[in-house]
């Protein structure tokens, strides 16, 4: 490693800034991008194993976001059956006292 010439360890240094804008950048635009598409976006800068390891990472963290964004659908949508069920059933009551 130590003949590599400074000219390709600048390469590799800008490389590697560019990288890591990429997964900042991919960062940045959260919801309304997928974990392919991080990936896509950082496939062509990568160049090392540590690099791998950050996409993954990004990407692991988009697929958590979407599950979490799931299940809290699911329960904001159980919450309003509940309320709208306990509505129902009080004004049914309130009929039947009329």
């Known amino acids: 490693m130590g003949n590599i ?3 390709s360890c600048g ?3 800008k490389l590697n800034e560019e990288f890591d804008g990429m997964l900042t950048k991919a960062k940045e635009t959260k919801g309304s991008t997928r974990s392919s598409t991080v990936y896509h976006m ?3 800068f990568i160049s090392t ?3 791998v390891n950050k996409v993954k990472n990004v990407v692991a963290q988009y697929i958590d976001r979407s599950e979490d964004e799931k299940g ?3 329960e ?3 919450k309003a059956q509940e309320l ?3 509505y129902k059933d ?3 009551e309130l009929q039947k006292k009329k």
């Open 84 to 86: 709208s069920k306990g």
């Open 42 to 44: 950082c496939k062509d």
């Open 90 to 92: 009080k004004s049914e």
């Open 72 to 74: 809290r659908k699911k």
């Open 49 to 51: 194993e540590e690099q």
């Open 11 to 13: 390469e590799i240094v």
């Open 5 to 7: 010439a400074s000219s």
């Open 76 to 78: 904001i949508e159980e």
